[in-house]
Every structure is written in structure tokens, then in C-alpha cells.
């Protein structure tokens, strides 16, 4: 693609704009929270990452370029095409629709991230893996000034869970702290000093105690799920790295039962009763939305268009905007058409994730990202990653860093195939 020394010149510089661009890419959405709901956080987020693909721009060509060589790729557009042209039966002027926005730029984002890791590779993702922990650790200390500035002994979980300082729920934090706490193992493996490892290790605590007191249980599973996909032919490796983090995961989580917290986690332990109370009315949600997505043959072959449960279902639900399933999300917006190519895009993703852990020569950098995707695939069909930006744009980030690196290890046929 470079062929003068301008253009090089060029591209050296619109790489450094993106690299000081990434912190406003990472915190802007998390810090909108405080004064936003979800849907206007996307609107905003929308245009940030728009912006940033905008400073890659011909390197974001180039790559849908790629792409587009591929019959999946081929595929995939022309069904979200159908999709897109049935869509104006119900939302009419698209572009008008902030979550229409951000499934375009969520594609450019991806495509502009696959030209960064391709240029900054490493460094590039502790460069936005340490802003995401910086984020969030600025997040988990807002929650923490609530609950001290009221008293360690006065449980506020149940107000609080509902109405943090920083984002819309405390679900959306868990989610968020999750993939924090997944990324410190980037620079658990290379950290030489005790300074390091006590700040590494804090934050794991912090996030053990967090993720017990707000009874985060899908994130917990989550994270169960990225330390097994982490030990996949490398047990005693990943014993012997990560003990000491695990160990201060589940100290943090034991040090909640002695500050007062713990009335919330036991309160919501105690309806684990039946499967709609341990779904906490997510099948009841996804039940609706599927009787919703059978009414017309023209809804079920190609949905209702973005943000459609906020639009159709919202209303039966309090507070309630997405149905908590990436699954049925993209069959409400994009019907079975694009919801099976979508579903499927992410089904082999993950199986390629899958993949990468039972090589042997897979470096830690490569499985630690391959077992955060498996963390945040189980995550995504009980959770709304899909849907909230601030969490999306990690999914994306992860997505794009493995599928360069696998290019970049086998060659651009291979990995364009990867999904």
C-alpha cells in the first residue's frame, strides 16, 4: 500500500493520531454512563469509532478489501443487504437510528483495528488493554466511594445494583470488569518488579471483592470459563503463572463477607429456585421475543430492524432494553437470514478460539485473548455485550486482534477464513 516516502510519512503520522485516539475510543463510552442512558451512549459511541476509522481510513479499505475476496464475506453482505432493505417496511430513514449506526461502524471500527494490530501488534493491544483497566479501575473506585461514603455495615446493594455512579447497572460494570480482569494477564506474564506485581495483584483482589458483593454471577461464570480455556494444554504452565492472581481473586471475594456487603449476594442466592428465577426472567424475555419474531414472514426472514426489543418489548419491561442473548438480539434486528449469518460468523470464531488454545505453540499473549473471546461468548447469551457499546467494543477488539494475529501466522487466506 505504501509507495513513496510520503506516503509513509503519511501513515506514520495517522498511526500516532489513532494511537492517542484509542484513549478517547476506550473511555469516552464508559464516562458517558454517568450522564447517558444505553441507547444514547451508542449514539455517542457511534461516532467516536466512527472517527477513528476515519484516521485509518485507507488501511480500513484495504482491509474490507480482503474481505470482500471471500465468499463468506460476499455472503454475509449481500444478506445484511436484504436485511437492510426490509428494515425501511418498519424504521424507515436508517441512518437516523443510532444502533443502525453503530452496527456500521462496529464493522469499520473492526476492519480499522485489524490495519492497527497489523502495524502495532503487541504493544498496540497493551496499549488498549491498559486503558480498559485503567477505565475500569476508575469505575470500581466510583462504586467503592459510594459504599464507603455510606458505611461498611449499611448494605446499599439493592439500590445501588440498580443505579451506580457509572454505568446504567451494575450488570454492565460486571461485564466490563470481567474482561478488565482478564486483560491484567497481559502484564501478569512480564512483570518483573514487586511494585508491579502488588498493583496486578490489588486489582485482582478489588475485582474478586466486586464481583462477589454485586453477586455477579454471569461474570463469574465467565471468568470460570477463561481460566479452564486458559489451562487448555498448558496446565502446569498456567498453574504455575496465574496461581498467585487467583489466589488474590478469591481473597478479594472472601474479604466481602467481612465488610457487611453480603446481604445482596446471599439475598439473590436465595432465589436460585427454579429456572426462571436463576435466569432471573430472561427466558420469560427471550419466550417474548420470539412470539414477537414469529408474527409476520417478513419479520422472521429479516427482523425488525436495530433496536427493535427497545422498540417493540421495552415497554413490558422496566428499564429493560435489549433481551440479554446475542442469539436473539440479532434474530429480532436481522431476522434468520442475518441472524444465522451472524450467529455463525461468532459460533466459529469461537471454535477457532478453541482451536488456538490446544496448540502448542500458541503464545500466552494469543491465549490469553482466544480464552477471553470463549469467556465473553458464554458471557454474551446471557448478558447484553452485543448491545451496549462500552462492552462491544472489547468483543470487537478481541476479534480483530486474533483474527490479524492468525493472518499474520498462516497468511491472509487462512485468516480470512477464521470466522
Not at 504452565?237 to 449476594?265: D, E, M, N, R
Request: net charge positive.
Amino acid at each position: 500500500m505504501i509507495d513513496t516516502p510520503s506516503a509513509e510519512r503519511t501513515l506514520k503520522l495517522r498511526l500516532k493520531l489513532a494511537w492517542w485516539a484509542m484513549p478517547f475510543v476506550i473511555a469516552v463510552p464508559v464516562l458517558a454512563t454517568i450522564w447517558m442512558f444505553s441507547s444514547s451512549v451508542n449514539a455517542l459511541t457511534s461516532w467516536v469509532l466512527l472517527g477513528f476509522s476515519l484516521l485509518l481510513l485507507p488501511e480500513t479499505c484495504h482491509q474490507i478489501q480482503q474481505w470482500w475476496k471471500t465468499r463468506a464475506f460476499k455472503l454475509a453482505a449481500l444478506t445484511l443487504l436484504f436485511c437492510i432493505t426490509a428494515w425501511h417496511f418498519y424504521q424507515g430513514d436508517l441512518w437516523l437510528n443510532a444502533q443502525a449506526r453503530l452496527y456500521v461502524s462496529v464493522l469499520l471500527f473492526g476492519a480499522a483495528l485489524c490495519a492497527w494490530f497489523e502495524r502495532t501488534g503487541d504493544a498496540g493491544l497493551r496499549w488498549v488493554a491498559l486503558l480498559k483497566i485503567a477505565v475500569t479501575c476508575f469505575a470500581a473506585l466510583s462504586i467503592l466511594s459510594v459504599i464507603f461514603s455510606v458505611s461498611l455495615k449499611t448494605n446499599i446493594w439493592s439500590e445501588l445494583a440498580g443505579s451506580p455512579p457509572i454505568y446504567r447497572n451494575i450488570r454492565h460494570f460486571n461485564s466490563e470488569l470481567m474482561m478488565a480482569t482478564a486483560l491484567l494477564c497481559l502484564f501478569w506474564g512480564g512483570a518483573t518488579r514487586i511494585w508491579q506485581h502488588s498493583v496486578l495483584l490489588t486489582i485482582f483482589a478489588l475485582s474478586g471483592y466486586l464481583s462477589v458483593v454485586s453477586a455477579a454471577r454471569g461474570a463469574l461464570l465467565a471468568l470460570a470459563v477463561f481460566g479452564i480455556a486458559l489451562a487448555i494444554g498448558k496446565l502446569v504452565h498456567t498453574i504455575k503463572t496465574y496461581l498467585l492472581p487467583a489466589l488474590a481473586f478469591l481473597i478479594g471475594g472472601a474479604l466481602a463477607f467481612l465488610t457487611g456487603q453480603t446481604s445482596y449476594v446471599l439475598g439473590r442466592a436465595g432465589q436460585l429456585n427454579g429456572a426462571e428465577n436463576v435466569s432471573s426472567g430472561r427466558i420469560e424475555i427471550w419466550g417474548n421475543a420470539f412470539h414477537i419474531l414469529l408474527e409476520t414472514r417478513m419479520s422472521l426472514l429479516f427482523g425488525y430492524g436495530p433496536d427493535s426489543f427497545r422498540n417493540l418489548l421495552s415497554g413490558q419491561y422496566h428499564k429493560l432494553i435489549q433481551p440479554h442473548n446475542a442469539f436473539v438480539q440479532w434474530l429480532m434486528d436481522f431476522g434468520l437470514l442475518g441472524g444465522i449469518v451472524l450467529g455463525l460468523f461468532w459460533i466459529r470464531l469461537n471454535l477457532a478460539s478453541l482451536r488456538r488454545l490446544r496448540a502448542a505453540d500458541t503464545l500466552d499473549t494469543n491465549r490469553i485473548m482466544a480464552a477471553l473471546l470463549l469467556a465473553i461468548f458464554v458471557l454474551s447469551l446471557v448478558d447484553g455485550l452485543m448491545y451496549t457499546a462500552t462492552a462491544l467494543i472489547i468483543v470487537v477488539i478481541t476479534g480483530a486482534y486474533l483474527i490479524k494475529s492468525e493472518e499474520q501466522r498462516h497468511g491472509p487466506k487462512t485468516a480470512a477464513t477464521l470466522p
